[in-house]
């Protein structure tokens, strides 16, 4: 079964600087997907990045960006210019490819990230 | 588009009631599932469902029924609630780009 793992339970950065979060997961498949989510104090999942496996270039949003080491099992989470909206509870979720039964997400625990004004 | 819905937002029972957790989604997806959220814990995969009638467990379906009779509702039954059903409550979809359309969520307390 695939595990993730989330091994900062917090975290916290000087607002405008860059933060990352770190993620690793376990798998024997070859092909899947990765996801960050942040969950505000609102409750709401609200997807923040995704990347195929398949692809070796980095996905980027804006100011989020991963590093994605498949050989290491590894998929951190970049946050650079930190604002105070970014304060929230980060997710990192695996997906093996669409097949019945294999559409679940798998989380880790979440990381909290404080921005400091 | 609403996307997903749930309600109620909050939910208080007393052990042993029953009640029906609600979940609807206008986005045509076939894919739906319920996860629950604890502390220190992630979200875990309650029971999903890929289409109209079709159900199945994920890791924790212990205690929940579900049924799909319509491509947009996923309803989740609590039939004899526990203390250690207390928890957040998420629906969620699978959209065509394989990422997961989530629900505000459903805060459930069981006393």
């Known amino acids: 079964a695939q595990t993730v793992t989330q091994s900062q339970p917090e975290m916290s950065v000087q607002e405008a600087e860059t933060v990352t979060l770190s993620c690793t997961y376990d798998t024997s498949e070859s092909d899947y997907y990765l996801f960050w989510y942040k969950q505000p104090p609102s409750r709401q999942m609200i997807l923040v990045i995704r990347?195929?496996?398949?692809?070796?270039q980095n996905a980027t949003e804006n100011r989020f960006s991963v590093n994605f080491q498949k050989a290491a099992k590894s998929f951190s989470l970049k946050i650079s210019d930190s604002q105070l909206g970014d304060a929230a509870m980060y997710f990192c979720?695996?997906?093996?490819?669409?097949?019945?039964?294999?559409?679940?997400?798998?989380f880790g625990t979440g990381t909290r990230l404080t921005i400091i004004p | 588009n609403a996307g997903v819905t749930q309600t109620p937002k909050f939910q208080v029972l007393k052990t042993g009631q029953s009640m029906t957790l609600q979940c609807a989604q206008d986005?045509?997806?076939?894919?739906m599932s319920w996860y629950r959220q604890d502390p220190g814990m992630g979200l875990r995969l309650i029971h999903y469902s890929v289409g109209a009638g079709i159900t199945d467990q994920g890791e924790v379906p212990n205690g929940y029924n579900v049924s799909r009779s319509t491509t947009e509702d996923f309803p989740l039954r609590l039939l004899s609630a526990a203390p250690s059903q207390t928890s957040v409550y998420f629906c969620?979809?699978?959209?065509?780009?394989?990422?997961?359309?989530f629900g505000p969520g459903t805060r459930l307390t069981v006393t």
């Open positions: 990347q195929e496996a398949y692809k070796q």
């Open positions: 986005m045509n997806h076939e894919y």
């Open positions: 979720a695996y997906r093996g490819l669409p097949n019945f039964g294999n559409e679940k997400l798998t």
């Open positions: 969620a979809t699978l959209g065509r780009t394989y990422e997961q359309y």
